[in-house]
């Protein structure tokens, strides 16, 4: 605790110092300074940790519809697939095997070691037709059954006769898959979670 300025043990211009200091309030700006980097710092934190967790894509074209449209914005998990398997049904976002710069956003229709396959306009895997009600009109093209490799997915575009997918330039490694499609935040209109249906087979 500092002396009383009249103390005999300080020099009148150390009397003036201390009552200086005593004078002076704890400074304000610096309090605000501070929050303000404790904010920026905590919004960085956040923002490195959001985008190490999910990607944002936006939708182009139409080989999703009637489910996604182009110009739609979607919100993907980069880590469902550290945590889990993909599944049937699941809807990913890869690159373009053909050209890595471009995102595609696709439905899993067949995991390691399945046979696909399309008569009629129904999609059959492992022998057995897949209930499809997500999908915009049958295909009109039959695919001769296949057996999708180990480590690779089938995937196809909702809107069958209108897309770019497995059928066109074969299975996609499941190593490059970015993420699994978890929410569209654009158009408000439709903004919701993106639901993923259970394509699981009776059998094998």
């Given at each position: 605790?500092?002396l009383?300025?009249?103390?005999?043990?300080?020099?009148?211009?150390?009397?003036?110092?201390?009552?200086?200091l005593?004078?002076?309030?704890?400074?304000?700006?610096r309090?605000?300074?501070?929050?303000?980097?404790?904010t920026?710092?905590?919004?960085l934190?956040?923002f490195?940790?959001?985008?190490?967790?999910?990607?944002?894509?936006?939708?182009?074209?139409?080989?999703?519809?009637?489910?996604f449209?182009?110009?739609?914005?979607?919100?993907v998990?980069?880590i469902?697939y550290k945590?889990?398997?993909?599944?049937?049904g699941?809807?990913?976002?890869?690159?373009?095997?053909?050209d890595?710069?471009?995102?595609?956003?696709?439905?899993?229709?067949?995991l390691?070691?399945?046979?696909?396959?399309i008569?009629?306009?129904?999609?059959y895997?492992n022998?057995?037709?897949l209930?499809?009600?997500?999908?915009?009109?049958?295909?009109?093209?039959?695919?001769a059954?296949?057996i999708?490799?180990e480590?690779?997915?089938?995937?196809?575009?909702?809107?069958?006769?209108e897309?770019?997918d497995?059928?066109?330039?074969?299975?996609l490694k499941?190593?490059?898959v970015?993420?699994k499609?978890i929410?569209?935040y654009?158009?408000?209109?439709?903004?919701g979670?993106?639901?993923?249906p259970?394509?699981?087979l009776?059998?094998?």
């Amino acid at each position: 605790m500092a002396l009383p300025p009249t103390d005999p043990e300080f020099s009148p211009l150390e009397r003036q110092n201390v009552v200086a200091l005593e004078e002076v309030p704890p400074s304000a700006a610096r309090r605000v300074l501070l929050e303000v980097i404790e904010t920026i710092v905590l919004a960085l934190v956040l923002f490195m940790a959001i985008n190490f967790l999910t990607a944002r894509i936006r939708v182009d074209g139409s080989s999703m519809e009637p489910n996604f449209h182009d110009g739609d914005y979607v919100i993907v998990n980069r880590i469902a697939y550290k945590l889990g398997d993909i599944q049937r049904g699941d809807v990913i976002v890869f690159p373009f095997p053909l050209d890595p710069e471009d995102d595609y956003i696709k439905r899993v229709i067949g995991l390691p070691g399945d046979r696909v396959a399309i008569y009629g306009g129904v999609l059959y895997v492992n022998g057995e037709p897949l209930i499809e009600p997500y999908i915009r009109e049958a295909p009109r093209s039959d695919l001769a059954e296949l057996i999708v490799p180990e480590g690779y997915v089938y995937v196809m575009g909702d809107n069958r006769n209108e897309s770019s997918d497995s059928r066109s330039w074969g299975p996609l490694k499941i190593e490059d898959v970015l993420g699994k499609a978890i929410f569209r935040y654009w158009p408000f209109s439709t903004m919701g979670i993106v639901e993923h249906p259970d394509l699981a087979l009776a059998s094998p």
